[in-house]
């Protein structure tokens, strides 16, 4: 299990971490405040605060091709 801080501010870089985390078969979650929600949920996104940094969970021990995928979303 991994926890980094994304940011998805635009209704594109949703859709693209979307279908990011969709081409792998683990488990994400998405935690803003109280609210979790499973980070493959399109619908589910748009019910957070995407002004700010968001925590993604990543389920999975080996995790160097999915960070690599989530590159363009990652807080710096």
Request: glycine share 2%; hydrophobic share 45%.
């Given at each position: 299990m991994h926890t980094v801080q994304i940011n998805l501010n635009s209704i594109d870089k949703v859709k693209a971490f979307v279908h990011s985390v969709n081409t792998f078969n683990t488990e994400f979650d998405l935690m803003s405040g109280r609210s979790v929600i499973?980070?493959?949920?399109?619908?589910?996104?748009?019910?957070?605060?995407?002004?700010?940094?968001?925590?993604?969970?990543?389920?999975?021990?080996?995790?160097?091709?999915?960070?690599?995928?989530?590159?363009?979303?990652?807080?710096q």
């Open positions: 499973d980070a493959k949920s399109i619908m589910g996104i748009f019910s957070l605060d995407l002004s700010k940094p968001i925590s993604l969970t990543i389920y999975n021990d080996d995790d160097a091709e999915i960070m690599e995928s989530l590159k363009p979303f990652l807080v």
